[in-house]
């Protein structure tokens, strides 16, 4: 019985120390729960796209649908992303587009006056921590909302690399 013990918590101590340094710092578990359900629907829609069945794409798309329903005014606490794309447009629109696992999340700093000096110090893959609230998608198709995951009004807080 102590052997059995002993391995259990080496199983687990060698589970905790393993860091493959694919991340600067760990994924918050609701990030990775949510990184892991886009994937899994980005995946599910790619293989019934081939199909050409339209009872299969519809049923993926209405797991999307729900998805980002349940997420909607989710609260994202230090989160991370590596940094794709830093874009200004429209009437001083700025955002940030980073990814997790290509999985992307695209930030839109709430105070773009703070921001502008934030955001110019950014770098392609950068990572940076933010914290804000999931604020919808805005894609005009549910295949562009599996796409991209549209997460504005995220307030990023610092680089992290």
């Known amino acids: 019985m102590p052997s059995k013990i002993f391995f259990f918590l080496m199983l687990i101590f060698i589970q905790a ?3 493959d340094n694919k991340y ?3 994924i918050p578990s609701d990030q990775q729960e949510l990184i892991s359900e886009l994937a899994e629907i980005k995946r599910n829609y790619s293989s019934v796209n081939e ?3 339209d009872l299969k794409i519809e049923n993926v798309e209405n797991q999307m649908r729900t998805l980002l329903t349940s997420i909607q005014g989710k609260n994202a606490e230090n989160w991370i992303g590596q940094v794709k794309d830093v874009t200004s447009g429209f009437l001083e629109s700025i955002w940030i587009t980073t990814a997790v696992d290509n999985v992307e999340f695209h930030l839109y700093p709430d105070d773009k006056d703070k921001a502008k000096n934030f955001v ?3 770098n392609q893959g950068d990572w940076v921590l933010y914290s804000g609230v999931i604020d919808g998608e805005s894609s005009l198709t549910i295949s562009g909302a599996i796409d ?3 997460s504005p009004f995220l307030r990023p807080q610092k680089v992290i690399s």
């Open 17 to 19: 120390c393993q860091n």
């Open 51 to 53: 199909t050409k069945n």
């Open 148 to 150: 991209v995951c549209y």
């Open 24 to 26: 600067p710092i760990p």
């Open 120 to 122: 110019s110090n950014l």
